[in-house]
Structure formats: C-alpha cells, structure tokens
C-alpha cells in the first residue's frame, strides 16, 4: 500500500503565524485529503486534492501529485486552529491511508 | 444534509460481551468505511463496502470482528467477544466516485 510521511510531527505557533504542513507518498494517487482532528476527536474535511491547487479562506492546499508531495498552508493562525492534521492520499484502491498527522499548537 | 450517523457515541462494555457499532451514510454516497483510530497504530481502514458489497476486510482484526451492509442505508460492526485491546475510536466514513470522502463523529469504544 501507500506509504505516507507527514512533517513536522509537532508544531507550536504563537497566533497569528503563518505556518506549512508537508506530506509524502509512496504512489501515484487517485484521491487525496487533508484532515483536521479537532479537540473533540472530529475528523473534518479540509480539502480533496489529488493534484492542483485549493484555497479555503486562511488555508490552502497544493498537491504536485508528479512529486508525490502535498502542501497544506496555514495562514494568521488561531487557536482555534490547534489539533492534528492527517494527510490521506488514496492509489488505485479507494481507501484512504493516513499518515501520522501533525500535531498543531497555537498559543494565544 | 445531516452526514454520517454514528450511534452510540460511546460505548462501555465488559471483555466477553458482544458489542455493535452502528453507522448511517449520506444519501446517494456507494462507499463506505471503517476505520478505527488507537494512539499506538492511528487511523487504520479495517473494511470497505462499495454498493454494500465488502470489497477489502483484510484489516479486520481476527474474527471476532465482522461488518455488514444490509442495504444503502446502513452498516454495522461488531466485535465478539469484546476484549480490552479493542478499546479504540472507530469512525464511520462514506462517499461517492471522486468526491472525497466524509467522516462521522465516531464511536469511542471502550472494554473494561
């Protein structure tokens, strides 16, 4: 299956910062999504990107599906911002597999 | 568009007791997965249904663990007999063609 790498593990911010998350596959994808795991334990949709690029008010995300590698960027971070944020290409199968995600703080 | 129903929201149960996760899919969406989230493995998928036929269980754990689709409307997993390593968050994800794919709220299920 896919191999998936997400850096940095952690990252601690103080609000306001700009910040950039890093994901690497093993394999050529059919789907991609980023995740965001708020407190509560939610998985909420970030973006489906399996090539391009996507923005969404203070974020945004590229995909360079010939390099295998995605980019999700966050921009004036918030608080509100902290949590995990999961990577998951899919190949050829349809399931998405997650890399370990990124564990965000950001300080007031 | 009320997304994936997850039920019950959390769940206690002693080891040795049967337990059942069920799971309700937006409307129209023909995938369906389950994933189950622990701190020492993280997300990992355990079953999918396309068009409520499983297409790949080979990261159900053994086979005290079995899922089902009855029909578009709805699955379940069960684990029996429950046992403490099966403490774990499973969620509950579906969606359509190239689309993406969205998560319920999860179950937390605990084994004491």
């Known amino acids: 299956g896919i191999q998936v790498e997400q850096s940095p593990p952690d990252l601690i911010l103080q609000e306001g910062a700009n910040s950039t998350l890093r994901c690497n596959f093993s394999?050529?994808?059919?789907?991609l999504q980023w995740f965001h795991q708020n407190p509560w334990g939610q998985l909420i949709n970030l973006f489906y990107?399996?090539?391009g690029t996507k923005q969404n008010g203070r974020l945004s995300a590229t995909t360079v599906a010939t390099e295998r590698y995605s980019l999700l960027y966050i921009s004036s971070s918030q608080t509100t911002d902290s949590g995990v944020y999961f990577c998951?290409?899919?190949?050829?199968?349809?399931?998405?597999?997650f890399g370990s995600g990124t564990q965000l703080t950001v300080l007031p | 568009d009320a997304g994936v129903i997850q039920s019950p929201r959390h769940e206690v149960t002693e080891m040795g007791q049967e337990v059942t996760l069920r799971c309700k899919p937006i409307?129209?969406?023909?995938?369906l997965f389950w994933y189950r989230q622990t701190m020492m493995r993280g997300l990992e998928l355990l079953i999918y249904?396309?068009?409520?036929?499983?297409?790949?269980d080979s990261g159900m754990p053994e086979d005290r663990f079995s899922a089902k689709m009855p029909n578009a409307s709805f699955s379940t997993l069960k684990i029996q007999p429950s046992e403490p390593r099966d403490s774990a968050v499973y969620f509950c994800?579906?969606?359509?063609?190239?689309?993406?794919?969205?998560f319920g709220s999860g179950t937390r299920l605990t084994v004491v």
């Open positions: 998951a290409p899919a190949g050829s199968a349809r399931q998405l597999t």
């Open positions: 394999d050529s994808v059919n789907n």
């Open positions: 990107i399996p090539s």
């Open positions: 409307s129209g969406h023909d995938y």
């Open positions: 249904f396309n068009n409520n036929v499983p297409i790949d």
């Open positions: 994800a579906t969606g359509e063609g190239k689309r993406g794919y969205t």
